[in-house]
């Protein structure tokens, strides 16, 4: 089953699709990190989705695990 991400980047709203929920996940994670609006992630039609208070809980954990002490880890600005 396929899972999808909807964003906005740029004033353009987007659907990437993704071929596990964990691809999802993490590519909705990538999208906000890098300034998108993430504002679905599911399956089937646009309308199941998980909603944007449940991304921004999912984004927070992923954000605490990528970056433990609340910051960037590398010297050079990027993240691993």
Known sequence: MMWHVQYRKDAAS????HPSPEEA???ACRLIDDGCDVYGVGTGPLTDSIDREQIARIYAMWARVKFP???KQW???KDG
């Open 69 to 71: 002490f609340g910051g």
């Open 25 to 27: 996940i993490e590519a």
């Open 75 to 77: 010297g050079d600005g």
């Open 14 to 17: 987007h659907v990437a699709r």
